[in-house]
């Protein structure tokens, strides 16, 4: 085995001190010598690292960075360096299996999918187009997304599709759509080595996207470091280095945004030519933000007065920079509003369309872009108006089927909603494909129930059994990423293409031939007669969806095959204008609001309420960028008496999701094989629980039980990781969405799974318990935190220097 | 020649009323949305949303104590008499929550239209008092008719 670094060990690797341009370094791994590379990108989080798969005799043998491409200049991370191997895992689906009694039963592709068809044409018949749903995923490539988009809404008719995109993405795509017009990161990677401050709300840059966040290591060890301001009830890694770490009690982001704003505006610390030039509303945000006083924002968010100071005149008087959010404001209460804040004070300094200027409204999962652009997720394809007559015709045209066929007279089903239609018995069918929503939806008993329904005709295609794929009546063998061609995009509107390196294992097949295979099995056809789907492989696929993209922001047009393997990589847009790729949207400060090119109306973004076309016509934002200001509003539960504590869920550095493979991979697994509970010292002391003990936490809705890490986490908060269900281990009774409530974002319908209310209670000490593992890794590694010191009051890290 | 009387004692009397109209129907309005959050809780997009814009009522129903305390209200029971009638027993299903979300938006209209008149008081009396809540209600329920369609 050769590895050029341990990056278990070390996650973000040795530093390269950079000021500008970002040194190149080739990581790599692998476990015998080749017979060839094979042109690839990581698929395990959303940076898209390009990478180049090592083969020898028909096996995938390692990876190693590739060090021209623009994301990563060839470094990898832990989970790119390790995450190939689970595809070797001996547990992988071969076969088709069939539902008999308690049983799946192994079944010849021909008896699952002629089975598929006859459910799915008797569901048609019997209960209409609207009876069918598909659940999808964030890590397909973008051919299946599109193909699936065809199948599903030209094909069978039916509007309730949805990816599992749902839960990490939906936030960032329409707060994008709000403020912008249309979906669609407006900066390039390249803007981390150039700009002078970076705030990152809600987003663990350190254990979620450690690739990206060497970059910033990188530039922070250089001559000309940028000053972070960190966004996080954690004391995570990213918060470690933060010049200023607030840490808002969870729910209450919202408040702290508009303090901060209020803080930029009072200063005049804003751009007002760029706002009178290419914005509208901002008299609105002045009135939303104005009841929020420091003192106020101290009241409701417990971040102290000097510390919102403090952060303020850093991305107040910066002369650049790149915010991002993720997770901990998309999947926390107000998560629409608050993701618009940081848009706004892009907009308000004219911090936008220029280099070192851009707000990440982050990907969560890997291929998550990809979803939002075929209209796989619940938007309509290539960033189109499905409210828009003229988007739903061209749609038609490039399908070549009739507008009326598409399901386009109620907004698409988001995937919760799916869930209740299945619920109510109003659908009878659910596709779920390439996700595990045993484990990763709230509120999980609900889930397990719904999936369990007589009335319900569960088909999962997987590449595992899953706790989802143990519950179906159909499961198909998937390959995975290497055993398939298909192209990927980043969170930087950067395409990559993914050559198959290898065959998938016994029978499994890709979600593309399956869906294709479906097509032509329920014999969908097209306006003319012909067949719907025209394409048979891949290439063919992504040729359809270049046309269907030509014209809109996401336009492919320019792309190829050919091209994306001879350069490795192209960011979107790429036509006659742009044939080699742009790295910035909206240099000239034309935003995509105009009334006849944006991709939705808008939304009031507190309630939810929609727009009507004549509203936002009345508006005429006309190609400027649309300031909404918005309100706190109660929360949908409150800790009280009986649960006292406010939890958040999360993840950890080495694993992704539910371990579908992570949990496969040896190295990932020994790394952070077990859930834990973080609390702080003051609440571990108050309930007499030390490092180690066995904790039981409870929600509304159910309990699980995990051992506890006493941590630097804000006290009144505790952190419990959602990876660990209990494919591995059936004893293990430690789902985090056990706890979480079936509650989400008005607009985005993103589920709230960073607030809940609970209790604890210590169960049973650590020397008592037999299932106590190998010692604990320092909490950093797990992507966790370390303990605070607890000797002096005002011992907040970064205000004081702790860096 | 006898000078016209002054139109505020007029005017000031049509306040107390319409004060009045606006606290019932907000009450109205609010129980309603309470009401309906309970019966749909399962389905969040209409619990969660009730909750939301129910906050808004809470708020004008505790500034309208100072206007009520200056002019007065006479109560009126109208709102309860439209609420009775709306609303009423179980509504099941899909067909049942467009039902109610009808019964909200009649509910919220009342609302809506007692606020246009309590505007206008507010101008031809110069009560800021009056005019900012008014114009805060007003919207609000603008908003709330928005989430209802």
């Known amino acids: 085995m050769h590895e050029t670094r341990d990056s278990v060990a070390d996650v973000w690797g040795p530093r390269t001190p950079s000021a500008g341009m970002w040194p190149v370094r080739s990581d790599e791994r692998l476990l015998e010598e080749p017979d060839e590379w094979v042109q690839s990108v990581c698929v395990l989080c959303s940076t898209g690292c390009g990478m180049d798969v090592a083969v020898k005799d028909g096996r995938m043998v390692g990876v190693r960075g590739r060090p021209g491409d623009h994301v990563n200049h060839g470094r990898l991370g832990p989970k790119g360096l390790h995450g190939w191997q689970a595809n070797a895992s001996a547990d992988r689906l071969t076969t088709p299996l069939i539902r008999r009694g308690r049983e799946l039963v192994p079944a010849s592709w021909d008896e699952a999918m002629g089975m598929i068809v006859e459910r799915s044409k008797g569901a048609k018949e019997e209960y209409g187009q609207g009876s069918i749903g598909f659940y999808n995923s964030g890590q397909l490539f973008l051919e299946e997304y599109y193909t699936l988009a065809v199948v599903a809404e030209a094909g069978i008719g039916t509007s309730h599709v949805d990816g599992n995109t749902r839960l990490c993405t939906a936030t960032a795509s329409i707060a994008l759509i709000e403020s912008f017009g249309t979906d669609g990161q407006p900066g390039t990677f390249d803007d981390f080595d150039v700009t002078d401050a970076v705030f990152l709300v809600g987003h663990n840059m350190a254990a979620t996207q450690t690739v990206l966040w060497s970059r910033v290591l990188d530039q922070l060890a250089g001559p000309n470091p940028p000053r972070l301001v960190v966004v996080d009830p954690r004391l995570t890694a990213t918060a470690r280095r933060a010049d200023v770490h607030l840490t808002p009690r969870p729910g209450t982001n919202l408040p702290l945004l508009n303090g901060l704003l209020r803080i930029v505006i009072e200063r005049g610390w804003i751009d007002s030519a760029f706002i009178a030039a290419h914005t509208i509303n901002f008299e609105h945000l002045v009135t939303t933000t104005d009841p929020w006083t420091p003192e106020r924002v101290e009241a409701v968010t417990r971040v102290p007065v000097k510390s919102l100071e403090a952060a303020a005149e850093i991305v107040g008087t910066s002369p650049t920079l790149v915010s991002t959010c993720l997770q901990g404001v998309y999947q926390s209460l107000q998560a629409t509003a608050s993701a618009v804040q940081v848009n706004n004070l892009h907009l308000i300094r004219g911090m936008i369309g220029k280099p070192g200027c851009t707000v990440f409204q982050m990907n969560g999962q890997p291929t998550a872009q990809n979803t939002r652009e075929c209209g796989a997720d619940g938007e309509f394809v290539a960033f189109r108006n499905w409210n828009n007559a003229t988007h739903v015709a061209d749609t038609a045209r490039v399908w070549n089927v009739e507008p009326k066929t598409l399901p386009t007279w109620t907004p698409p089903t988001h995937a919760m909603q799916i869930f209740r239609y299945c619920e109510t018995g109003a659908i009878r069918m659910l596709w779920i494909i390439g996700t595990n929503p045993a484990v990763s939806l709230p509120d999980l008993k609900r889930i397990h129930k719904i999936l369990e329904r007589r009335d319900l005709f569960v088909v999962v295609s997987d590449a595992y059994l899953t706790e989802t794929a143990a519950r179906a009546d159909v499961v198909l063998p998937a390959a995975l990423w290497g055993e398939k061609t298909g192209t990927t995009t980043n969170a930087d509107r950067t395409v990559h293409l993914s050559m198959k390196a290898m065959q998938p294992p016994g029978q499994a097949r890709s979600d593309l031939d399956t869906l294709l295979d479906y097509a032509k099995r329920m014999d969908f056809r097209n306006k003319d007669g012909g067949p719907l789907v025209t394409w048979t492989d891949a290439e063919g696929a992504f040729e359809s969806w270049k046309a269907c993209s030509k014209g809109r922001p996401c336009d492919y047009s320019g792309m190829s095959y050919a091209l994306l393997a001879e350069r490795g990589a192209i960011q979107w847009p790429c036509n006659e204008t742009y044939p080699e790729g742009r790295a910035r949207l909206y240099e000239d400060g034309q935003f995509n609001t105009a009334t006849d090119y944006c991709e939705t109306y808008g939304h009031d973004v507190v309630t939810g309420g929609a727009l009507k076309p004549e509203e936002h016509a009345a508006m005429n934002p006309a190609g400027r960028a649309i300031i909404k200001g918005a309100e706190q509003v109660p929360p949908p539960e409150e800790p009280d008496d009986d649960y006292p504590y406010l939890l958040t869920t999360g993840r950890v550095t080495y694993h992704f999701h539910t371990r579908t493979k992570t949990g496969r991979v040896k190295a990932l697994n020994a790394a952070a094989p077990e859930p834990f509970v973080e609390l702080a010292p003051t609440d571990a002391a108050e309930l007499g629980v030390s490092e180690g003990d066995l904790v039981e936490i409870t929600s509304r809705r159910a309990s699980i039980r995990v051992p506890a890490r006493v941590s630097g986490i804000e006290p009144g908060v505790v952190f419990v990781p959602f990876h660990y269900g209990d494919w591995d281990d059936p004893s293990r009774d430690a789902a985090a969405n056990e706890l979480t409530i079936s509650g989400w974002d008005p607009v985005s319908k993103q589920p709230f799974f960073k607030f809940a209310a609970v209790r604890l209670q210590r169960v049973r000490s650590a020397s008592d318990r037999d299932d106590a593992g190998p010692p604990a890794r320092a909490a950093a590694e797990y992507g966790g935190t370390t303990a605070r010191p607890t000797v002096g009051a005002g011992s907040r890290a970064g205000a004081e220097g702790e860096r | ?149």
């Open chain 2, 1 to 149: 020649m006898t000078a016209l009387p002054s139109p505020r004692p007029r005017v000031k009397a049509q306040v107390a009323h319409f004060l009045g109209l606006a606290r019932s129907s907000e009450e109205q309005l609010l129980d309603a949305l309470v009401l309906f959050a309970e019966r749909h809780s399962r389905d969040f997009d209409l619990s969660g949303g009730a909750t939301i814009v129910a906050s808004w009522p809470r708020d004008h129903i505790e500034r309208l104590k100072l206007l009520v305390e200056r002019y007065g209200a006479v109560p009126s029971d109208q709102p309860e008499r439209l609420r009775a009638a709306l609303l009423s027993g179980t509504r099941m299903g899909a067909a049942g929550s467009l039902h109610d979300l009808q019964d909200l938006s009649l509910l919220a209209e009342q609302v809506s239209m007692a606020w246009t008149i309590l505007f206008q008081g507010g101008k031809e009396l110069h009560d800021d008092d009056l005019l900012a809540l008014s114009a805060d209600a007003r919207e609000h329920t603008r908003r709330t008719l928005q989430w209802l369609r």
